[in-house]
């Protein structure tokens, strides 16, 4: 093979790769340069997926759970509690404590030890 013809074949392949290339690449771009709507949306849904804490104890006699938190909720802001998926309780934060403990009136339902905790 030629050298001219060695050039115009590596040529013919990358006008072919970047024919292949280019589409694929700009369904990607519009998302990267300019976020929807759609796509804030489903970042905030992980973050209410997210498990804030998990109750570590109950005290059904008195109406309080014990929570051990990752993400440390305000006093007086609504919790649900979780057993797997299912919704099993709702609890309301009366104080924040230290390295991550918060105590909570139950308000409905019945929560357990082991129930995860996330924001409404």
Do not use: F
Not at 46 to 60: D, F, H, S, T
Not at 63 to 92: F, M, N, W
């Amino acid at each position: 093979m030629s050298g001219s013809m060695r050039r115009n074949t590596r040529i013919a392949c990358l006008i072919v790769y970047l024919a292949w290339l280019t589409p694929a690449l700009l369904t990607l771009l519009p998302g990267c340069v300019a976020p929807s709507a759609h796509r804030e949306d489903a970042e905030a849904g992980i973050w209410r997926r997210l498990p804030a804490g998990e109750v570590i104890g109950v005290n059904y006699e008195d109406g309080y759970v014990i929570l051990q938190c990752i993400d440390l909720p305000s006093t007086g802001q609504l919790l649900k509690v979780y057993h797997g998926r299912l919704p099993v309780a709702e609890v309301a934060v009366t104080e924040v404590g230290e390295q991550g403990c918060v105590a909570a009136d139950i308000l409905r339902g019945t929560p357990a030890r082991g129930d995860l905790v996330r924001n409404p």
